[in-house]
């Protein structure tokens, strides 16, 4: 670790409380922290995974790689530097180590603005959308503003989440991560719960019964599952598409890296934003998203984001998370 006095638990805790701010797909919260004398390591909970909509693991590593990211910024607010990540050290996903001597990341004080929006954005000013161009990173992002365009990814991701929803197995796996009632065990702990997916009251009285998966089923042999999950209309209502691409052979893990501080940029800027996972996720769609945007053939489609201005009291609460004291491994 550093040089001098050992972080105390107290201190080890604070830093994964700011830590576990960083995105996971579905929010299941797979990264975990065990603290050794030379550093801390990065963990993955076994039994956080999509078996279903992520069979290679790749998005469970892009957010493992987010994880490390928000520790590598959490440090740096107390002054630690950090060296690059040691990657498999032992059963660890991978070693983090931090001397004295850092300055705190400039993308810290994001961290606890950063949330998902995933309603309908307010009028986004093209000033805005200007400042978040100059923000990013040119050779990682592309940014999409055409109205046609817009709307036409928007269909292609409504058809996209269609095609998932032809096998059952994705959506029970989607169900075990939805809390659509205060009731849920688990509502303000992990996963998705209605605030976060801005559902309205009747989609919250309605959707314990639609959305479970035998009344989903229905709907959906009925051919009505797709008013029950289309987000056509949000989609629709961003100011501005940013395309997350990866050169080709590049680590899941660097990759969530850097998707963790590309989202921290949007926030900076003022802006919200959404994944529309679905568009890179599904093979039809990522080859029409790279066919349209003539993405490099030496990187590949990582995400999809919508990204907009979100009611000027975003975000109201943010996403639920796990106590820190589940995520801090004891030491043996």
């Keep these: 670790m550093s040089p001098g006095a050992p972080l105390s638990r107290a201190d080890l805790l604070a830093l994964v409380k700011d830590a576990r701010r960083a995105p996971s797909v579905h929010n299941i919260q797979p990264a975990r922290w065990a603290a050794e004398a030379s550093g801390l390591t990065l963990l993955a909970d076994p039994a956080r995974t999509l078996p279903i909509a992520d069979p290679s693991g790749h998005d469970v590593r892009v957010s493992l790689g987010a994880a490390w990211e928000g520790m ?16 498999g050290a032992g059963q660890g996903v991978a ?7 850092g300055t705190a990341d400039p993308l810290a004080e994001q961290v606890q603005r950063r949330a998902t929006f995933r309603g309908v954005f307010r009028p986004t000013p093209a000033a805005a959308l200007d400042a978040l161009e100059t923000r990013l990173e040119a050779s990682e992002i592309v940014v999409v503003r055409n109205r046609n365009d817009i709307r036409d990814c928007a269909k292609l991701a409504d058809d ?3 095609e998932f929803l032809l096998d059952p197995r994705y959506w029970r796996e989607t169900w075990r991560w939805l809390r659509l009632s205060h009731a849920h065990p688990a509502w303000n702990r992990d996963g998705l719960n209605a605030d976060a997916l801005a559902l309205s009251g009747i989609e919250r009285a309605l959707g314990g019964v639609l959305m479970a998966p035998a009344g989903f089923e229905l709907m959906r042999r009925l051919g009505l599952a797709r008013a029950l999950v289309s987000e056509r209309a949000k989609t629709e209502s961003a100011g501005a598409l940013l395309l997350f691409t990866a050169p080709l052979n590049e680590d899941s893990f660097q990759t969530g890296r850097a998707f963790y501080r590309r989202w921290l940029e949007v926030t900076a ?8 996972s679905v568009l890179a996720d599904l093979p ?19 995400n999809v984001l919508r990204v907009g201005a979100p009611p000027s009291a975003f975000p109201a609460r943010l996403t639920p998370r796990l106590p820190a004291e589940e995520l801090l491994l004891a030491a043996d």
């Design 284 to 302: 039809r769609a990522n080859e029409a998203i790279r066919a349209r945007f003539a993405l490099p053939e030496a990187r590949r489609l990582v």
């Design 95 to 101: 070693k983090l180590r931090f001397s004295r001597g």
């Design 160 to 162: 996209a989440t269609d």
């Design 269 to 276: 800027a003022g802006l919200g934003l959404c994944p529309m």
């Design 72 to 87: 590598a910024i959490a440090l740096s607010r107390l002054g630690f530097e950090v060296a690059a990540p040691e990657m």
